[in-house]
Nanobody
């Protein structure tokens, strides 16, 4: 099992930036993909971004492409999400996730929450208009 702890959430005005961090521990050697998801009140958890374990491949949802950047220093232990040009619709609880079953490569990546095994507790991001 991989333990994940997120940090960096908060309140920001529209157009501002936030950086989320996720620290991984435990059986990180088995991790194939790290990802970020978010969940707004009354909505399902949705895919935001993923990164292969070696950091080579990254993919984003259409709603955040060009504004968010996923990165990692040794992607199995830390993964960050830099969020720029934030919009009120970006508001939600952001979760870090690890998949030990699904890898990320050229033109393929897991994007469903069910494809990820371990989850952090989440961090709140609120964007005011």
């Amino acid at each position: 099992q991989v333990q994940l702890v997120e940090s960096g959430g908060g309140l920001v005005q529209a157009g501002g930036s936030l950086r989320l961090s996720c620290a991984a521990s435990g059986r990180t050697a088995s991790t194939k993909t790290m990802g970020w998801f978010r969940q707004a009140p009354g909505k399902e958890r949705e895919f935001v971004a993923v990164m292969s374990w070696n950091g080579t491949y990254t993919y984003y949802s259409d709603s955040v492409k060009g504004r968010f950047t996923i990165s990692g220093v040794n992607a199995k232990n830390t993964v960050d999400l830099q969020m720029n040009s934030l919009k009120p619709e970006d508001t939600g609880v952001y979760y870090c996730a690890a998949s030990t079953k699904y890898s990320t490569g050229a033109n393929y990546y897991p994007s469903r929450a069910t494809q990820f095994d371990d989850w952090g507790q989440g961090t709140q991001v609120t964007v005011s208009s």
